[in-house]
């Protein structure tokens, strides 16, 4: 963690002792009562905590932060639409597009994605929230993506049509990202299932009048083809 975060109703609380994040102020930064470690509240101000006092139950934390939020930490306007994939896979994309400015993510079934996948404790326990809190602390952000999840690539296409969507597909129509004029508004980055898309799916697509992009004539793993999209899409927008 290079920065910890709180919920903004933990901040007068006593911090359990097992909890992870006094785990890490106790036993890997090895802070005693006044030293400093970079706080953030989800969502909203950073700034210092420090150890006030060690209780056997927990720790007893102060704080003080600043004013404003860092204009520089706030989320890109950049949402990712995701068939759902393995949970292993779905936790790098979930960590990692954080890091990178990711303002909302949705997550759908596709006709030919694996069924378990949706139904993984990853999503029906919302632990997906531990691996975004992951992706915020590496980076010295206090934001959090959204996340969506629906049941149809239709459903996904309604959460994102006021942004300007991009299907990631190879096709012989499909033009690659980096040549691509897209400018600063909302953009949503379509992905889809490893098992590709159905003739159903593909028609809701050409009906929608998506444009088509692609990274290029590898086959690359899911996770890699998201961040690589996302990095290129930062840069086409100048940010």
């Known amino acids: 963690m290079n920065l910890v975060l709180f919920n903004e109703n933990e901040i007068n609380k006593l911090l359990p002792r097992k909890d992870s994040r006094a785990t890490h102020v106790m036993d890997i930064l090895k802070l005693t009562p006044g030293q400093l470690f970079k706080a953030g509240i989800i969502n909203g101000v950073q700034g210092n905590g420090w150890i006030h006092k060690i209780h056997d139950q927990g720790l007893e934390l102060e704080f003080a932060f600043e004013d404003d939020v860092r204009p520089e930490t706030r989320p890109l306007p950049i949402t990712l639409v995701c068939a759902f994939t393995r ?81 990631m597909e190879k096709t012989p129509e499909a033009v690659a990202l980096e040549k691509m004029l897209i400018g600063k508004k909302p953009t949503a980055l379509v992905f889809g299932p490893e098992r590709g898309w159905t003739e159903q799916e593909l028609k809701q697509l050409a009906e929608a009048k998506l444009p088509m992009a692609h990274l290029g004539s590898r086959i690359l793993r899911t996770e890699v083809a998201v961040l690589g999209a996302v990095f290129l899409l930062r840069s086409v927008m100048g940010l």
């Open 87 to 167: 949970p292993q896979i779905a936790k790098r994309v979930l960590r990692d597009a954080t890091s990178l400015g990711v303002e909302r993510m949705v997550f759908f079934s596709a006709q030919l994605g694996e069924k378990s996948y949706k139904k993984a404790s990853l999503w029906e326990k919302a632990e997906y929230e531990a691996h975004l809190l992951q992706g915020a602390e590496q980076v010295y952000t206090t934001f959090i993506p959204e996340i969506e999840l629906c049941h149809s690539l239709e459903k996904a296409l309604e959460l994102v049509n006021s942004c300007q969507v991009i299907v």
